[in-house]
């Protein structure tokens, strides 16, 4: 590849950008420009986010105004390749999110009669290694769900499709017609047309310089904007302001973990590739984007150079290119296209761009301050995104909710401590960025941004070989090394960029590599004899990540009558209920367990307060969610109730198996027998004359006990529960084991088979719905047992011993009725296991002998096995383990 740059940009239709709105000259020359006082909603940036927003609100009808600092477009939008793909990742929310955004640009110019420069060019992406095939191949069964038209080809045919490649270096292809290439100044124009039909106004010229934010009782609401053309009063800012979206929070006193770094693409001369599709080499961290008779040509570096903030000045602006960073990408390209060798580069592009740790928009409103919301944060990935989370954005600000689960994008999914460190924002946003174009194996994990959060046995459970896994910034123990070995987690090294020394002889990282397979684990017999061990013995688990809180105050009860669906108010004290909570939609928005108390004796697991009290213990992946959800509510009713997260203070050892029993009547006096402490009671005992608060809980389907206890005597009585467990022969267990047990055992993990866009009946819930008194969500709960559900989560388990990792296709019938939300290894059945929503292919009312009558099969990777289907989990269907009852 020739390096002739001329610095001069690939030309772009700018003909239809506007030029500034209406207002008058002051003395010094600068334009007053006119602005409404108030809008229902104020959106900061005038970019693909912000405009995708700005039209899907224009068509809700909302009175929206739009404000850039300088133009529209003139952020990172003008430069963008521009790259609308259907298949990056097997998830569903993505390619749903993709397909959204493809629709919304290909009816544009039906709708507003615009051009709003959709190319429809199709895509191709390379394979280099078995492994990548076989990720196509999952990708292949799963985009069948969602009716995106792709196949396998083979490298010669896929030099028929593009005739400049060398098929003699990679294995297969992906062909995916539907994909395509979207001009930003166009589409920009299309929408924002459309949007100014319908009311909205976009004001250019008029940077935000001031939040309006009220702080009532530590929780800030959002009541405008300043500007140094006035106040815009509103309820509503959506922060769309690109790489500029994090001085945005700031003004509101925010931080949000989004890094600015820069992105960059090269323009090739003109080359024979008019009307070819676009490539995307993953292996060799390249994409390829057909421009008219040129080449654009960028990718995902080791080493990006990350900017401190994105400077404020900046309006189509582009930074020179750094050839020290891009150079990785020369030879790769050449690989790929060997005429490169000979092409001269036209031009370079190189832009600021924000980026996340996670590779993911932030979206949502921010739980600390109402009203105020973002989408931003798009990771070189806005175009192909801006439509479909535009959607989903305007939804949530109309209706409280987005459509869709949009928790991985929301920006409640990282807890404050992410969120404000800088640190950690850093590093894993780079490690995001660098492995963007990675395979995603089932169980990988990460190595940046680790040992953020942990608990009071992580350094004990380390010392026992536990391989930590970190979920919402907390350490738990995965699995655990036999043998008496330990890995602990080194410091992120940047893969030994930015001056940093590259780590050596890093154990945790090499346990990662022998994962990365879409077979089973070769670690699986470990985590067998875990899993097992607890069915037949007994286990200890550490679940201290879990969200505990304390709900009280003169309307706690009133809270939590409107707040959970389950009768948890008015009952026993100490009982624990399973409850689901749900959005206005009926869809569930997160699961817990609630405890009536009585005011104790001070402590924190017997704490004192005035009145009756609730503890909600929810899964540590949601337990912030629930939280801003639980708050919010209260907030949104104007309830006396207050919520104290004690999640910190208190340790969770969970005690479970045939066994467990007898274990802990080695520890406590109290008598632990079925009449005393039945299942789902609570009790304060003493071990070890530390008070601790034992629950009688199982999320494995055992006899078991969950040990609540302050973090000052979690040492204790671990070791206390380690020497009595020790002639029980008891086995240290982690989460990949007790997802496989709760799995077989048919209990919900929400964020896979429980989602906001599930309700309780069709998750077949419906036992812990109330059927008297209010609570949020019941009329649609009411209505879908009165007028039956479109889909229904059933079990399915495969006789054959083939892995199942979820988004699997289910067939019924030999007709495609769903996909695998969930997948495990189920140990107990010596199969793999899967939960799925089916839904009838007519679109009618999924009934039970729809269900019962079919013959099912799961498509893994093309091939489709036997599956039997059960409604309700067949392991100990009326539920004997739990009580202690294990004999036949
Ligand atoms: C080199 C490169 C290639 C890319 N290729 C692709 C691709 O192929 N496909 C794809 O999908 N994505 C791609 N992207 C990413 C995509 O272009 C971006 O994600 C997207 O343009 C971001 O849009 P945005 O609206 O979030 O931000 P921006 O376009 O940056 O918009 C933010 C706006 O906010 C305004 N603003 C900032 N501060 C204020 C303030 N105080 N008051 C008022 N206004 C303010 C700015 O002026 C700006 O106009 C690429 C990015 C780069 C850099």
Request: net charge neutral; charged share 25%.
């Amino acid at each position: 590849m020739l390096r002739v740059v001329t610095n001069k940009l690939p030309q772009r239709s700018f003909r239809n950008i506007r030029t500034l709105g209406t207002g008058t000259f002051n003395g010094d020359g600068k334009k007053n420009i006119d602005i409404p006082s108030s809008a229902d909603v104020v959106i900061i940036g005038g970019g693909s986010a912000g405009c995708n927003a700005l039209y899907q609100l224009g068509k809700r009808g909302v009175n929206t105004v739009l404000l850039d600092k300088s133009k529209l477009i003139s952020g990172t939008t003008w430069h963008t390749a521009g790259l609308v793909w259907c298949l990056r990742n097997v998830c569903d929310i993505e390619m749903e999110l993709l397909k959204a955004s493809r629709l919304i640009y290909a009816s544009l110019q039906e709708e507003t009669n615009i051009n709003p420069g959709w190319i429809n060019n199709g895509g191709l992406l390379i394979a280099r290694s078995s492994e990548r095939v076989v990720e196509y191949e999952r990708l292949m069964t799963a985009c069948k769900n969602f009716g995106i038209d792709a196949r396998i080809i083979t490298p010669s045919e896929t030099k028929e499709k593009f005739p400049l490649i060398n098929d003699g270096t990679f294995l297969a292809a992906i062909h995916s017609p539907a994909d395509g290439t979207i001009d930003p100044a166009m589409m920009v124009n299309a929408l924002t047309k459309s949007a100014e039909k319908k009311g909205c106004k976009i004001i250019e010229d008029c940077p935000v310089t001031k939040l309006l934010v009220e702080d009532i009782d530590g929780q800030k609401i959002v009541h405008g904007v300043e500007t140094p053309h006035g106040i815009i009063k509103t309820n509503v800012v959506l922060n769309a302001a690109g790489a500029w979206s994090k001085t945005i929070a700031q003004m509101a006193g925010l931080d949000i973990p989004l890094i600015p770094m820069k992105h960059a693409y090269v323009v090739t001369e003109p080359m024979d590739v008019r009307g070819l599709p676009n490539i995307r080499d993953p292996d060799l961290n390249l994409y390829f984007r057909v421009q008219g008779g040129t080449l654009s040509i960028g990718g995902y570096e080791p080493n990006p150079i990350i900017l401190k903030f994105a400077p404020e000045d900046f309006s189509f602006s582009l930074y020179e290119l750094d050839w020290d960073v891009f150079n990785t990408h020369v030879e790769a390209m050449n690989q790929l296209i060997p005429t490169l060798a000979t092409t001269g580069i036209r031009t370079t592009v190189c832009g600021p761009e924000s980026f996340t740790p996670d590779h993911r928009p932030l979206m949502g409103e921010d739980p600390r301050c109402t009203g105020f919301y973002y989408s931003c944060g798009y990771n070189s990935a806005g175009m192909m995104f801006g439509g479909g989370c535009g959607e989903q954005i305007a939804s949530w600000i109309v209706n409280g909710r987005p459509e869709k689960h949009m928790f991985n994008y929301d920006i409640r999914r990282y807890i404050p401590e992410q969120r404000k460190n800088l640190v950690w924002s850093n590093e894993r946003s780079h490690e995001a960025y660098a492995r963007n174009y990675e395979i995603r194996f089932p169980h990988d994990e990460h190595l940046s941004g680790r040992n953020l959060k942990i608990d009071p046995f992580h350094d004990l459970l380390m010392k026992e070989g536990a391989v930590m896994e970190e979920r919402q910034g907390w350490e738990r123990p995965g699995w655990f090394l036999p043998d008496n070995k330990t890995t602990r987690i080194l410091p992120y090294d940047y893969g030994g960029y930015y001056d940093t020394p590259k780590n050596m002889n890093d154990a945790y990282a090499d346990i990662l590599k022998a994962e990365r397979t879409f077979n089973f684990s070769p670690y699986d017999d470990i985590i067998r004899e875990e899993a097992l061990s607890c069915r037949n013995n007994v286990g200890l688990f550490d679940m201290s990540y879990f969200g505990k809180y304390y709900i009280c105050g003169p309307d706690a009860s009133t809270a939590v009558d409107y707040i959970f669906t389950a009768q948890v108010n008015n009952r026993e004290i100490n009982r624990t209920v399973y409850t689901c909570m749900l959005n206005k939609n009926g869809g569930v928005e997160g699961d817990c367990t609630v405890t009536g108390l009585e005011s104790g004796s001070g402590g924190v697991v017997d704490p004192i307060f005035k009145g009756k009290a609730f503890y909600i213990v929810s899964g540590g992946m949601s337990s912030y969610h629930t939280w801003a959800h639980v708050t919010k509510v209260i907030r949104e009713k104007n309830l006396h109730a207050s919520v104290h997260n004690v999640t910190e203070q208190i340790g969770i050892l969970s005690i479970q198996g045939p066994n467990s029993r007898e274990v802990l009547r080695m520890l406590v006096e109290d008598d632990l027998s079925n009449n005393s402490l039945p299942f789902s009671t609570s009790k304060l005992v003493k071990i070890d004359n530390e008070l601790v608060h034992m629950f009688r809980l199982s999320f494995v389907g055992e006899l078991g006990y969950e040990l609540h206890i302050p973090r000052s005597s979690c040492e204790k009585v671990y070791k206390a529960v380690m020497e009595c467990g020790r002639k029980y022969d008891i086995k240290l267990a982690g989460y990949r084991a007790l997802y496989s047990l709760s799995c077989e055992k048919g209990y919900h993990l929400w964020g896979t088979d429980l989602r906001s866009d599930d309700n309780p009946i069709e998750a077949g819930l419906g036992f812990v719905c109330r059927t008297s008194g209010q609570y949020q969500g019941r009329e649609f709960v009411e209505e879908s047992r009165k007028n039956g559900i479109k889909k229904r989560l059933v079990h399915l388990h495969t006789p054959d011993d083939i892995p199942l990792w979820g988004m699997e296709s289910v067939y019924r019938n030999g007709q495609l009725v769903g996909y695998l939300r969930r997948a495990e290894h189920g140990y107990t059945f010596k199969s793999s296991i899967g939960q799925a929503y089916i839904t009838a292919p007519n679109g009618q009312n999924i009934t039970r002998e729809f269900l019962e009558t079919g013959t099912y099969q799961i498509e893994v990777m093309g091939k489709r096995y036997p599956a039997k289907m059960y409604l309700q989990s067949p392991f100990d269907p009326h539920n004997k383990r739990l009580s202690g009852v294990y004999t036949i």
